[in-house]
């Protein structure tokens, strides 16, 4: 049997110091963000966190992975029907394997959303629900003022990607998309796209957690 060598924790840090500097590599390694939703931004937005060096993930979905979820989404076909928390935590030790992970399988509410989100330094709202984002979003305006927020609104259909940009609409609040395409009104999911919105997310995060964002 063949033995497969992992690289070191040390291995791994000074991979990503040579890439991305000293500075934005320590500040990320610090760092926990919650994940709100799992799909096809929470995935991605996921694994570029891991991949970055962000000390912890919360990663939070009630929901199992689709057939229909592999056209976008950081899934495999053999992890189709298992919990999106799970399967996804499961790739992102493949590829990140020093990452802490905190994973939940669980539908966030108004009741509970304390627990997904008091303790992370940056709350990454990722539904492609409109009433579940607006929940969030509220919520943790309200109830985590001098928390940062990156939320997403837009990312569906065919325009071009350059549409999609990111807006800072109050100090701690930040808002990545085009902000009119909507998923619900049957327009087409293409995973670049969706990818694209998700990038901008995930380089959000990374550049308010190094001091780039003020």
Do not use: W
């Not at 040390?10 to 990503?16: C, D």
């Not at 991949?51 to 053999?78: E, P, Y």
């Not at 927020?149 to 325009?159: R, Y």
């Not at 995060?205 to 964002?213: D, K, Q, V, Y």
């Amino acid at each position: 049997m063949e033995c497969v060598r992992i690289p070191s924790r040390e291995e791994f840090r000074r991979a990503l110091v040579q890439k991305q500097g000293e500075q934005i590599t320590e500040k990320l390694a610090q760092a926990t963000v919650a994940i709100c939703g799992l799909g096809g931004l929470g995935s991605n937005i996921a694994i570029c966190l891991a991949r970055a060096g962000v000390k912890k993930l919360i990663l939070v979905d009630f929901d199992n992975v689709d057939v229909t979820n592999l056209q976008r989404q950081q899934f495999k076909a053999s992890q189709v029907g298992k919990p999106k928390n799970i399967a996804l935590a499961e790739n992102l030790k493949e590829i990140a394997p020093y990452v802490e992970l905190e994973s939940f399988n669980e539908k966030v509410t108004e009741a509970n959303i304390d627990k997904f989100v008091k303790d992370a330094d940056i709350v990454c709202e990722a539904f492609d629900n409109p009433e579940a984002k607006s929940m969030l979003v509220n919520e943790v305006l309200e109830k985590y003022p001098q928390k940062n927020l990156v939320a997403a609104s837009g990312m569906a259909g065919t325009d071009d990607a350059n549409s999609i940009k990111t807006r800072k609409i109050s100090r701690h609040f930040y808002l990545c998309g085009d902000g009119k395409s909507d998923v619900t009104k049957g327009l087409e999911l293409l995973a670049p796209r969706v990818m694209v919105c998700a990038a901008h997310q995930a380089l959000t995060i990374i550049r308010i957690l190094s001091g780039l964002e003020v």
